[in-house]
Each structure stands twice: as structure tokens, then as C-alpha cells.
């Protein structure tokens, strides 16, 4: 009982915190759309030097070159959130009571500084590894702002009863499966990417016509296994959807249902890609809707184990 009340003594709700996490949280989400449009267009090596463009902070008429424009603005609200991140951190550290609030905002703040770095190095060494850790680390660091988002807010603080025991131990490890497959597919998307291999199979929803491919490469192969890892996820979404109908949680019966509308949306954007030859506007909210489900996946598995979180 005693460790009971201790944690909810360090859980207080602070709108304005939880409002500006949100914030960054949505700055975040319009940096992942920026970065994705620099990789859609190729415009990563538009500027050629780090940590400064065209040897200034802010080199003029920068807008007036598509490539540069792009890339210039990427560095812009990357600095941003590098600065809205420190402020959070700084804010929570000093403020806040919860442990694990604390030690997110420190490794959120880890994370935007490692970002900055790995996107400095892509531009200094042209090394294409560089820029897919860079985009899985994108995705890891919008999670952990929405890890940050529930913990602040009123819906976890003020709970009225342990949802961890609505679920039984089959139903959490089906999201801990449906989250690891989603991560997985983040990889591999990424690799797909910076690889090239986003028109290995310029063919949807059949591969050539059929279901597999003629013949192999590292392209198809890659391309091939994103497709075919899609269809698990999908599968896998139903199967959690289904064993959570009775579910009497509502919080985690909406995440998801909403993470398999995305999911089916994500498939129709994959789709357009294809069928569009790699169109700016799908490829990159391709790239976006990642991210939403890689957290909506992640906030699912967080919700189903709060007491081990909490304790």
C-alpha cells in the first residue's frame, strides 16, 4: 500500500506540461514529414557542410533553391526540436516527481543530440548506413515523446482502476509481437529507402504479375520482404483486434482499432507509391504514418502493462 501511495504522490498531472509535450511532440511529427521529403527528392547532400550550411547558420536566398531549400529547412526544424526537447528536459528534471518521466526526457534529449550528429556525419562521410540509423532513430525518438505524452497526462495519471488486469498473458504477448514485427518493418523500410529499392517491384498488389518474384536481387529481395512482413502485421492487427472486442478498457480497444485503420491506409500508400512511380506526397506520408504506428502499437503495449511500468 505504502509503495502505492508513493507512486501516486509522484504522479501529478500538469496541464502545461502535457500541452507542450504535445507540442514537440507535433513539431516532431512535421520534422519526420521534412526529413522524409529531403530522402523522397534526394536533397541530403544539397548543402555540403556540417554543422554549418554553405559556411553560415542561415546563408541567404536559401529558399530559393528547391534542393537546398529542403535539406536548409530540414537542419531548421531539427534545431527547433533539439531546442524545444532541451527546454522539456530541463522543465521535467526540475518539476517533475516521476522517476521514469525524468529518465525519458534525459534519453529524449540523448536521442535529438544523436540525431543531430548522425545527420552531420551523413552529410560529412556520405555514408548511407548513417542515414538509415538516422531514420530508425526518428521514428524511436517520435515514440518516446508519445511514451512521454501518456505518462503526463490525466487519463494515466488519474486512473481509476489497474488495467493490466483486464489482460491476460496471451493478449500481451500479442501486442509485445505485433510491436516487435512493427519495429522490424521500420528497418527494413528504412534500408528499403536509402537503398533505392522503393521500385524493385514496380508492380501492385501482384509482384511481376504474380506472387513471387522471376528473379532475385538485394533490391527485390528487400523490397519483397517489406511487402510480404506488411501482410504479417496486418494479420496480426486483425487477430489483436479481435481478442480485444469484449475488451472492457476502452483506451486500448481504441488504439487498436485506430492502428489497424492506419495500418490499412499505410497499405493503400504503399500501393500509390508504387503505382505513382514514387509520388512526393504518398512516399513521404508513407514515411509519417510509420511513426503513428510504431507509437499507436507501442502505446497499446504500454497501456497493457502500466503496473509493471508503475511499479
Not at 547532400?45 to 529547412?73: T, Y
Not at 501482384?206 to 504479417?232: D, E, M, Q, T
Request: charged content about 10%.
Amino acid at each position: 500500500m505504502e509503495n502505492t501511495d508513493n507512486i501516486h504522490e509522484a504522479l501529478i498531472y500538469n496541464v502545461w506540461l502535457h500541452r507542450y509535450i504535445i507540442l514537440v511532440l507535433v513539431v516532431t511529427g512535421v520534422l519526420i514529414y521534412a526529413g522524409g521529403l529531403v530522402t523522397t527528392i534526394g536533397a541530403g547532400l544539397a548543402v555540403p557542410d556540417w554543422p554549418l550550411s554553405f559556411g553560415s547558420l542561415n546563408p541567404s536566398g536559401w529558399w530559393k533553391q528547391p534542393m537546398v531549400r529542403e535539406e536548409h529547412g530540414h537542419r531548421l526544424i531539427g534545431a527547433t526540436v533539439g531546442l524545444l526537447t532541451l527546454m522539456m528536459t530541463i522543465w521535467i528534471v526540475f518539476k517533475e516527481k516521476s522517476r521514469h518521466v525524468r529518465l525519458l526526457s534525459v534519453l529524449a534529449l540523448v536521442m535529438v543530440i544523436i540525431q543531430g550528429i548522425l545527420g552531420g556525419l551523413r552529410v560529412i562521410d556520405k555514408n548511407i548506413y548513417f542515414a538509415m540509423v538516422h531514420a530508425c532513430l526518428a521514428q524511436v525518438f517520435f515514440c518516446t515523446l508519445v511514451t512521454l505524452m501518456w505518462f503526463t497526462s490525466s487519463l494515466w495519471i488519474n486512473r481509476k482502476n489497474d488495467p493490466s488486469e483486464c489482460f491476460t498473458k496471451k493478449e500481451k504477448r500479442l501486442a509485445v509481437i505485433v510491436f516487435s514485427l512493427v519495429v522490424l518493418q521500420l528497418i527494413i523500410g528504412a534500408i528499403m529507402r536509402h537503398s533505392g529499392a522503393g521500385l524493385a517491384i514496380p508492380t501492385f498488389p501482384l509482384i511481376f504479375g504474380g506472387i513471387l518474384p522471376p528473379h532475385w536481387n538485394f533490391s527485390i529481395c528487400i523490397h519483397y520482404s517489406h511487402r510480404v512482413l506488411a501482410l504479417i502485421i496486418l494479420i496480426h492487427v486483425f487477430i489483436q483486434w479481435n481478442s480485444l472486442r469484449g475488451q472492457p478498457f476502452f483506451i486500448v480497444r481504441a488504439l487498436v482499432h485506430l492502428t489497424a485503420c492506419i495500418i490499412i491506409f499505410q497499405t493503400f500508400l504503399g500501393g500509390a507509391i508504387i503505382l505513382t512511380g514514387r509520388s512526393i506526397v504518398p512516399t513521404n506520408l508513407h514515411v509519417l504514418t510509420g511513426a503513428f504506428i510504431l507509437a499507436s502499437t507501442f502505446s497499446t503495449l504500454l497501456w497493457q502493462n502500466h503496473e509493471i511500468i508503475n511499479s
